[in-house]
């Protein structure tokens, strides 16, 4: 099992950047191979996937937040990052983090079984 909690969410103004931050706590290692994505939700929509990183480094992005976002991974701290800038307000939302063991998972949240809480982001116009 492994645990997330995620921060850094707040409201910014249009063009502007936020970091969000998912700690991970558990038994992460290089092997087995592991995949970590972010995701967001707005009220009356499905969530949907935002960015993802795998164990040997492939990224995946949503065509709506390319060139914006970048997610990484500090393995050491057990930490994975979402750089958010020149945000809009179509990123407002809920961001959750998301865990799950094998590479290439992409950005279907069927295919992660380990959540976070989540950390609003609000972006003003």
């Known amino acids: 099992q492994v645990q997330l909690v995620e921060s850094g969410g707040g409201s910014v103004q249009a063009g502007g950047s936020l970091r969000l931050s998912c700690a991970a706590s558990?038994?992460?290692?290089?092997?087995?191979?592991?995949?970590m994505a972010w995701f967001r939700q707005t009220p009356g929509k499905e969530r949907e996937g935002v960015a993802e990183?795998?164990?040997?480094?492939?990224?995946k992005y949503a065509d709506s937040v390319k060139g914006r976002f970048t997610i990484s991974w500090d393995h050491g701290e057990k930490i994975q990052y979402l750089q958010m800038d020149s945000l809009e307000p179509g990123d407002t939302g809920m961001y959750y983090c998301?865990?799950?063991?094998?590479?290439?998972?992409?950005?279907?949240?069927?295919?992660?079984?380990?959540w976070g809480q989540g950390t609003q982001v609000t972006v003003a116009s």
């Open positions: 998301a865990f799950d063991w094998g590479h290439l998972r992409g950005l279907r949240s069927g295919s992660y079984s380990n």
């Open positions: 558990g038994r992460i290692y290089s092997d087995p191979p592991y995949s």
């Open positions: 990183l795998d164990t040997y480094g492939h990224t």
